[in-house]
């Protein structure tokens, strides 16, 4: 089983940055570990997947502001977003996917992230 708690959402200004937190529990050896985001009346979306062999992959629409890292000696996952927009504003979800042996998807509780002009 795989427990993930996201943190550090908030409200910011357009241009301005934030940085997200998943702490991690459970073995995630087997999984793609990601973030995802939803939109009020939007589908949820891929932000960025890191495979387990370490391949990052970002949406086209945040490439070169956010970042995905991960320190696996603190368990943790973050997404470093910079020159933050409105559109960016959403709850965003930390997520283990396509976890073996089972193929199991894991999801934390979300945190919000509010841009403002």
């Known amino acids: 089983q795989v427990h993930l708690v996201e943190s550090g959402g908030g409200s910011v200004q357009a241009g301005g940055s934030l940085k997200l937190s998943c702490a991690v529990s459970?073995?995630?050896?087997?999984?793609?570990m990601g973030w995802y985001r939803q939109a009020p009346g939007k589908e949820r979306e891929l932000v960025t997947s890191i495979a387990p062999d370490y391949m990052t992959d970002y949406t086209p629409s945040v490439k070169g502001r956010f970042t995905f890292s991960q320190d696996l000696s603190k368990r943790t996952t973050y997404l470093q977003m910079n020159s933050l927009k409105i559109e960016d504003t959403a709850v965003y979800y930390c997520?283990?996917?396509?976890?073996?042996?089972?193929?199991?998807?894991?999801w934390g509780q979300g945190t919000q992230v509010t841009v403002s002009s």
């Open positions: 997520a283990a996917k396509g976890c073996r042996p089972w193929y199991k998807d894991f």
């Open positions: 459970g073995d995630i050896s087997g999984c793609r």
